[in-house]
């Protein structure tokens, strides 16, 4: 790696006025499981890395609001998610994420917040977390906003975060009842990079599907929703032919990209079949 | 550009201070301390050869600034015979066979360490996804499952 400035900040708006809007090699760093490999490869030469642990202590927290809502600091590790009694209870689909997505150490050190803010499609959390509604709280040098999780992403790495802004939080409304599952699809081992990542949450109502979210990762450039395939699942009944206009759907719908974990036409197979597992999962509960 | 900062820390049991730069890696910081027990060798965190316990939590040297270990605990594989006697779990590597070349024992001793931690009686399941994160090259992987196992048991 080449030299570079290291600056560690004590409190978040200090954090923000370190980053610099129209300075691509001024980057904050949470975990930097992520960073270090760009920049290990050269991809990414940093000329100052804005340190984020001394924010720490006060945006690491993991609280569940009176209406069931879980908010997860963005300075919680991934291990943190892994092992915590709420989201165990209450979203076990992403504790379960969690068994596969890379290996312990770097659950132990990666941040929810880097996580998500990376725009690698090939993340497993930012597809569970839109399947599930999620929302991300956003500050910045004059205000803070807040959007659904999906319209963070942008394009191939890309998201619509200025380049002073930082995630604070993200917010995971209560399941109520809604099922969902993540199915994750590698080529090589079952901790790898997917080649395709498919989650899905829906409510059920007399046995048909109602308000279902289907997200799609990996195969696309971005974290994507299946609007057409969601439609073909809205108010039907989970049967087969259901899930199979569902799964062609989606397969229609996804610009899919071939890289090393497959072809597009391979990927847009998988996609076709796993989103129909994916709902088969959700339905049943899954056990791990 | 010279951006060296001094840090303080404590290294396997002793404080420690030395002046580095921001671009250096947990694993190269160790090198300076004649400490060769956690090795560089995928350099993407996936082989679990550079494994290393930061304040008792395991990371990987190669994906961990070196300056983020000031003021915390830095514990290497080269501690666990601190005592004079090998650990429970270095005793049933040897016992169990769980090597062949060794490069990769260092990283699969600490996280065994840290797995029985928190499963003291490990299923092969959780053996598995617990060490998913290193790899062997001489595929010692059953008699790995096996020494982890034993060290369990004593």
């Given at each position: 790696m080449t030299p570079f400035e290291m600056v560690e900040p004590a409190s978040l708006q200090e954090a923000v006025s370190l980053l610099d809007p129209q300075e691509p090699t001024i980057r904050p760093v949470a975990g930097g499981t992520a960073l270090m490999l760009m920049m290990k490869s050269g991809v990414f030469?940093?000329?100052?890395?804005?340190?984020?642990?001394?924010?720490?202590?006060?945006?690491?927290?993991?609280?569940?609001?009176?209406?069931?809502?879980?908010?997860?600091?963005?300075?919680?590790?991934?291990?943190?998610?892994?092992?915590?009694?709420?989201?165990?209870?209450?979203?076990?689909?992403?504790?379960?994420?969690?068994?596969?997505?890379?290996?312990?150490?770097?659950?132990?050190?990666a941040r929810v917040g880097g996580a998500l803010a990376h725009g690698d499609p090939h993340m497993d959390l930012p597809p569970v977390l839109a399947a599930l509604g999620a929302r991300v709280a956003i500050a910045g040098p004059k205000q803070s906003r807040e959007m659904p999780l999906e319209e963070l992403y942008a394009g191939y790495y890309e998201t619509v975060l200025e380049k002073n802004e930082l995630i604070t939080a993200v917010t995971v409304p209560a399941l109520d009842g809604r099922k969902a599952a993540y199915m994750k699809v590698t080529s090589r081992t079952a901790d790898d990079w997917p080649s395709l990542g498919v989650a899905v949450s829906f409510g059920l109502k007399n046995?048909?599907?109602?308000?279902?979210?289907?997200?799609?990762?990996?195969?696309?450039?971005?974290?994507?929703?299946?609007?057409?395939a969601e439609a073909a699942l809205q108010n039907a009944a989970p049967d087969d032919p259901t899930l199979r206009r569902a799964g062609d759907a989606a397969a229609e719908e996804a610009e899919i990209l071939s890289d090393s974990h497959g072809s597009a036409p391979y990927k847009r197979e998988l996609l076709r079949v796993y989103l129909r597992r994916a709902v088969r999962e959700a339905l049943a509960g899954s056990a791990e | 550009m010279n951006t060296a900062r001094t840090i303080t820390f404590t290294l396997n049991g002793q404080q420690v201070s030395t002046a580095i730069?921001?671009?250096?890696?947990?694993?190269?910081?160790?090198?300076?301390?004649?400490?060769?027990?956690?090795?560089?060798?995928?350099?993407?965190g996936l082989c679990g050869c550079c494994t290393v316990l930061v304040d008792d939590v395991a990371v990987s040297g190669c994906l961990y600034f070196a300056t983020w270990v000031d003021g915390k605990s830095v514990t290497t594989v080269e501690h666990l015979d601190a005592d004079g006697a090998l650990s429970p779990v270095q005793q049933a590597f040897i016992d169990a066979g769980a090597f062949q070349c060794g490069y990769c024992t260092p990283g699969f001793i600490l996280m065994s360490h840290q797995?029985?931690?928190?499963?003291?009686?490990?299923?092969?399941?959780?053996?598995?996804?617990?060490?998913?994160?290193?790899?062997?090259?001489?595929?010692?992987?059953?008699?790995?499952?096996?020494?982890?196992?034993?060290?369990a048991k004593r």
């Open positions: 030469q940093p000329m100052r890395l804005v340190c984020l642990h001394g924010i720490e202590p006060e945006h690491s927290r993991i609280t569940l609001a009176a209406n069931g809502a879980l908010r997860i600091g963005a300075m919680a590790t991934l291990r943190q998610v892994e092992k915590d009694a709420n989201v165990a209870a209450r979203l076990p689909v992403l504790k379960r994420a969690m068994r596969t997505l890379s290996n312990v150490r770097v659950r132990n050190v046995g048909a599907i109602r308000d279902p979210l289907v997200v799609v990762s990996a195969a696309t450039v971005k974290v994507t929703r299946m609007k057409n | 730069e921001p671009h250096r890696n947990l694993v190269e910081l160790l090198q300076r301390f004649d400490l060769f027990g956690s090795r560089e060798s995928c350099g993407q797995l029985l931690k928190e499963h003291p009686n490990p299923s092969d399941d959780d053996i598995r996804h617990y060490l998913s994160g290193n790899l062997c090259r001489c595929a010692a992987y059953p008699e790995i499952i096996e020494a982890v196992k034993l060290a």
